[in-house]
T-cell receptor
């Protein structure tokens, strides 16, 4: 079975902290994605990566950066956490955008 | 504009009853349509993927239909169980731009 693992289920951080969310997939997928999910807004794409060291902005990249140094690992970085970044963060991976995407279990981030 | 719209927004049914969720899309060109189930506080899990040539596909008590002419899909749940309580998300990949277009989801609650 494909596995996408996110490093934390729950995180509580203070405003202004630098936050790292880690995601690891074990299926050698080319594509990896970071989404945030808020009630009533559905899933919104923050960043995606189609290869090591390659990244593209999604629909809401402001306040976030990403890193993909190895194929299996895709990190989301909140440079200076703010309360409006309190959300559920989901990582996903796939062979290609037209093939099935597999999601991690999600990280519920609360910024206080 | 590439969009996916789902209805109803939420639904409450009694255990053992059937229900149908709707998805309309305007994404073009079309390659496939996916239905995901997302339990509260968890990542989405794939239920089915339907390609252009498929009209009906079943996965246990879940049956998805696709009408590529009218750009509509439905997810029918038979003999609902309490464990079916979840959010059901319709997703269509957008080949140009390497993105997934998500519906806002239908929140289903099955009551005993």
């Amino acid at each position: 079975d494909v596995k996408v693992t996110q490093s934390s289920r729950y995180l509580v951080k203070r405003t202004g902290e630098k936050v790292f969310l880690e995601c690891v997939q074990d299926m050698d997928h080319e594509n990896m994605f970071w989404y945030r999910q808020d009630p009533g807004l559905g899933l919104r794409l923050i960043y995606f990566s189609y290869d090591v060291k390659m990244k593209e902005k999604g629909d809401i990249p402001e306040g976030y950066s990403v890193s993909r140094e190895k194929k299996e690992r895709f990190s989301l970085i909140l440079e200076s956490a703010s309360t409006n970044q309190t959300s559920m963060y989901l990582c996903a991976s796939s062979w290609a955008v037209t093939t099935e995407a597999f999601f991690g279990q999600g990280t519920r981030l609360t910024v206080v | 504009k590439n969009q996916v719209e789902q209805s109803p927004q939420s639904l409450i049914i009694l255990e053992g009853k059937n229900c149908t969720l709707q998805c309309n899309y305007t994404v073009s060109p079309f390659s496939n349509l996916r239905w995901y189930k997302q339990d509260t506080g968890r990542g989405p899990v794939s239920l089915t993927i339907m390609t252009f040539s498929e009209n009906t596909k079943s996965n246990g008590r879940y049956t998805a239909t696709l009408d590529a002419d009218t750009k509509q899909s439905s997810l029918h749940i038979t003999a609902s169980q309490l464990s079916d309580s979840a959010s059901y998300i319709c997703v269509v990949p957008m080949e140009y731009g390497n993105k997934l277009v998500f519906g806002a989801g239908t929140i289903l609650r099955v009551k005993s």
